[in-house]
């Protein structure tokens, strides 16, 4: 059977697809990633970037005023919410991460980060439900799997082994 021009098209506009797919490669680091396509502009960007840098080495109380400035420069970047949601959790500031982790998944719901953070803050609570919902988000989020999913995962069975949970 000879192909239609329709059936030659919706052939071509696949491959297409599955070629840009691949050619994105990894999106890089949780945090920071250019999955969710809100990187600050660049009035946020130094700020940012020192930042990032700063959350890298562990300092996370100094990256804070930071990420603030970026957030005042360059509002609504889901990267810097999850940045700062990432920032307070390790400071144990629960509270504070949540509310980053929210606005971050407010302004990009599949932002591979940020749920993924979100879930090991809801295991930090003992919120083991919440955390398998995240890793269903990241699930669909990550048609091909990425290291968000797998991080998750891997901290949720970890977790189910400490309390004695089985699957």
């Known amino acids: 059977m000879k192909p239609t021009h329709a059936r030659r098209t919706a052939s071509a506009a696949l491959a297409f697809l599955v070629c840009a797919l691949f050619a994105a490669g990894p999106a890089g680091a949780a945090?920071?990633?250019?999955?969710?396509?809100?990187?600050?502009?660049v009035a946020g960007k130094a700020e940012y970037d020192r930042a990032e840098a700063l959350?890298?080495?562990g300092k996370y109380a100094?990256?804070?005023p930071l990420l603030k400035?970026?957030?005042a420069k360059a509002p609504d970047?889901?990267?810097v919410h999850n940045w700062l949601g990432y920032a307070y959790r390790k400071l144990k500031k629960y509270d504070a991460a949540l509310k980053h982790y929210k606005i971050a998944l407010r302004l990009a719901p599949r932002h591979r980060g940020a749920n993924e953070y979100?879930?090991?803050l809801y295991l930090a609570l003992g919120q083991l439900k919440k955390a398998e919902e995240r890793l269903a988000v990241l699930d669909r989020a990550c048609l091909f799997g990425c290291e968000e999913y797998t991080e998750l995962?891997?901290?949720i069975a970890a977790y189910k082994a400490r309390k004695g949970i089985s699957e």
């Open 31 to 41: 945090g920071g990633t250019p999955d969710s396509g809100t990187r600050p502009k």
């Open 55 to 57: 959350i890298e080495a």
């Open 62 to 64: 100094e990256a804070i």
């Open 69 to 71: 400035t970026a957030d």
């Open 77 to 79: 970047s889901a990267d």
């Open 118 to 120: 979100l879930g090991e």
């Open 153 to 155: 995962k891997e901290a």
